[in-house]
């Protein structure tokens, strides 16, 4: 029998871009841990026994292994450390390691530290950097940027499944105007204003059907996650601790027009499926998830989660994947307004990476704080109000995403 | 590959040894390899901050391997495919080994493609990366050439953008053969012959509305 997972604390700098922030990665790293420190007045680091990092791009920081950096500043060196790398789903992946370790008995208190410095070169640059993660030899010179090859895929998927422009762009509303009441969000610390479905409308073309608004922000950011076995969460946060109940992790092709016809999802899932327009790594793992923790009708069952809202119109699909909705539904699941924070299952009050930010390494784990927040009762004190708290909440769905949909994880956590 | 084992004067050698005779350099004038340099620095008024700008600048070698032969195809006006000769699969992206587990592995066969295609999906970019800005706006297609199991994303050209249709039959169009690179971007789709575009309709009016902007901001950039 594995040992339980649990979660106890967290934190994240505020996420930005350009000379706004305050940290340098090393710096940023220590003030997360302190903000945790604070939260919890019985975590001392000297409790540590391995630290992950989630770092995505070397090309952003012009340094390679810069965890060494982070680890040495922290004053933990002697202890065990490597780093996760999986594209956007590297937070997600560098949790996953953490709860394996910890299932294992081999570790008892482990630091997840995640950060991206996305704004060390021009946006356009950066958008190019982080297309040198699809296929180089084939895509990078033809469509260049990730916006371009998720429209080619949600274009088709929107047809197929009769969900418009407009339905999609309320989802982008729903995230930055959940961003307002988070004062470390990039929306709420840069453009700073409610927007509505005009507006989304309205703002410039990425890649059709794909908005400057239907797009998640590029970031620098840090952020620091404690994950631990149930006795020292016992000791540490007796009443706030939040344990991972599920957990699942899968793997789709890197190139989106590979999947067409790949044997092992027609295996899985019989033909035409996850075809080029859903996300079948999503799927599968968040099958896998559910099963773990007992799990049969998620949208009952879930009271909310922090998912991987690259654009709007992967949230949309996310939706889908995680069996909230079908084809037949999902438009009318997105009408009803079942996501945003008076609906049956809010997503990304924290914003998401539509309203928070999207500093790579760093997004997943500010996922997983999101949602730990939620479920130990700390919204009030992270956020402006309580207008993003999901009240009551006692199971919650983190979900991480790389690639083209290339690496899907999905975590169900759960009040103690 | 079979093992060939050079014998020199000098030493045995235990791989084989490919050897590059055909070069070509089209390195555009003034572009030199710098290493690590750094060009300059910022710091704020109140001295708190600085800002340094390192420059970066390194030549990569892609060696194509076994890929090789797609690559040298395009030099050759070709799409090359491979096939498995197990289960019959086709892969153009190639595969050098077949995907189905039952097939073990298999080292696939190289075959030669039509140059025609089919629209699965597609795109209009009206943003992009560094290096593609100024070709903007760009129709990304994913398209299944001949027998393919997959779908392979290139451009199209020779259309409006607001024309695009999911289905539309495609023709292969390499650039003029002194212009090939050896690289994807050596050919381009375009509309087969004789495809018309289908009326006007509110979608392409959209499609029309957001690209329109794009051609007046491209002219812009330097």
């Given at each position: 029998m594995s040992k339980k997972v649990c979660i106890i604390g967290g934190a994240t700098t505020p996420f930005d871009y350009g000379p706004t922030g305050f940290e340098s990665i090393e710096g940023g790293a220590a003030e997360c841990v302190k903000e945790t420190r604070a939260d919890l007045p019985d975590f001392s680091l000297r409790d540590l026994d391995f630290m992950i990092y989630s770092h995505f791009s070397v090309h952003f920081g012009h340094q390679l292994a810069p965890e060494w950096i982070i680890h040495d500043h922290l004053g933990l060196v002697g202890l065990p450390h490597f780093r996760v790398e999986n594209g956007g789903n590297t937070g997600g992946s560098a949790l996953y390691a953490a709860a394996l370790?910890?299932?294992?008995?081999?570790?008892?208190?482990?630091?997840?530290?995640?950060?991206?410095?996305?704004?060390?070169?021009?946006?356009?640059?950066?958008?190019?950097?982080?297309?040198?993660?699809?296929?180089?030899?084939?895509?990078?010179?033809?469509?260049?940027?990730?916006?371009?090859?998720?429209?080619?895929?949600?274009?088709?998927w929107m047809k197929d499944n009769n969900v418009t422009e407009e339905d999609v762009a309320s989802i982008a509303v729903k995230n930055k105007n959940n961003a307002m009441d988070?004062?470390?969000a990039q929306w709420y610390r840069t453009e700073h204003r409610y927007i509505t479905i005009d507006d989304v409308m309205n703002s410039k073309l990425i890649s059709y059907p794909l908005k400057k608004y239907d797009c998640c922000l590029m970031s620098r950011g840090v952020a620091f996650v404690l994950v631990c076995s149930e006795e020292y969460a016992k000791k540490v946060n007796p009443d706030g601790y939040v344990t991972i109940d599920g957990m699942g992790l899968s793997s789709c092709t890197i190139r989106a027009g590979d999947r067409l016809n790949y044997p092992s999802w027609k295996e899985r899932y019989g033909s035409g499926y996850p075809e080029m327009t859903e996300f079948g790594a999503c799927r599968y793992s968040a099958e896998q998830a559910y099963k773990m923790a007992g799990i049969t009708n998620p949208?009952?069952?879930?009271?909310?989660?922090?998912?991987?809202?690259?654009?709007?119109?992967?949230?949309?699909?996310?939706?889908?994947?995680?069996?909230?909705?079908?084809?037949?539904?999902?438009?009318?699941?997105?009408?009803?307004?079942?996501t945003t924070m008076h609906g049956q299952i809010p997503m990304n009050p924290g914003g998401g990476l539509i309203g928070y930010g999207h500093p790579v390494g760093a997004t997943g784990l500010m996922s997983t704080i999101?949602?730990?927040?939620?479920?130990?009762?700390?919204?009030?004190?992270?956020?402006?109000?309580?207008?993003?708290?999901?009240?009551?909440?006692?199971?919650?769905?983190?979900?991480?995403?790389?690639?083209?949909?290339?690496?899907i994880s999905n975590f169900i956590l759960r009040r103690n | 590959m079979p093992q060939v084992i050079v014998m020199n004067k000098k030493k045995k050698k235990f791989a084989y040894e490919p050897n590059f005779t055909e070069k070509k350099d089209y390195r555009p004038a003034g572009v030199k390899e710098m290493g690590l340099s750094f060009v300059g620095h910022e710091i704020s008024d109140d001295r708190l901050n600085m800002n340094q700008f390192l420059h970066y600048d390194q030549l990569y070698i892609i060696r194509h391997g076994w890929n090789s032969p797609f690559f040298i195809g395009l030099l050759d006006g070709k799409i090359l495919g491979t096939r498995c000769p197990n289960c019959g699969d086709t892969w153009v992206p190639i595969r050098t080994h077949c995907w189905n587990l039952d097939c073990n592995l298999?080292?696939?066969?190289?075959?030669?493609?039509?140059?025609?295609?089919?629209?699965?999906?597609?795109?209009?970019?009206?943003?992009?990366?560094?290096?593609?800005?100024?070709?903007?706006?760009?129709?990304?297609?994913?398209?299944?050439?001949?027998?393919?199991?997959?779908?392979?994303?290139?451009?199209?050209?020779?259309?409006?953008?607001?024309d695009v249709e999911f289905g539309m039959p495609l023709e292969i169009v390499f650039k003029p053969k002194d212009e090939r690179i050896g690289a994807i971007t050596d050919f381009h789709f375009e509309p087969a012959d004789g495809w018309k575009p289908s009326p006007m309709n509110k979608e392409k009016m959209r499609i029309k509305k957001l690209v329109e902007p794009v051609y007046e901001w491209v002219k812009t950039i330097k």
């Open positions: 370790a910890i299932m294992s008995g081999h570790h008892d208190v482990i630091g997840i530290v995640g950060w991206e410095t996305m704004d060390s070169v021009s946006q356009s640059q950066g958008s190019e950097f982080i297309a040198m993660a699809s296929d180089t030899r084939y895509e990078l010179m033809v469509g260049g940027i990730y916006p371009i090859y998720y429209a080619a895929m949600a274009n088709k988070n004062p470390k949208l009952k069952e879930l009271d909310f989660g922090e998912i991987h809202d690259a654009f709007s119109t992967s949230e949309a699909q996310i939706y889908k994947a995680l069996g909230l909705a079908d084809t037949e539904n999902i438009a009318q699941f997105i009408r009803n307004e079942n999101e949602c730990f927040y939620q479920l130990s009762g700390m919204i009030p004190k992270k956020h402006l109000s309580k207008e993003t708290e999901v009240a009551g909440a006692e199971c919650g769905i983190v979900n991480s995403h790389a690639g083209t949909g290339t690496s | 298999e080292k696939t066969q190289w075959v030669q493609m039509p140059l025609s295609a089919k629209v699965h999906t597609w795109t209009v970019a009206g943003w992009s990366g560094r290096s593609s800005l100024k070709r903007l706006p760009i129709i990304l297609v994913y398209a299944v050439i001949g027998d393919s199991k997959v779908a392979i994303a290139n451009e199209l050209h020779g259309i409006s953008p607001w």
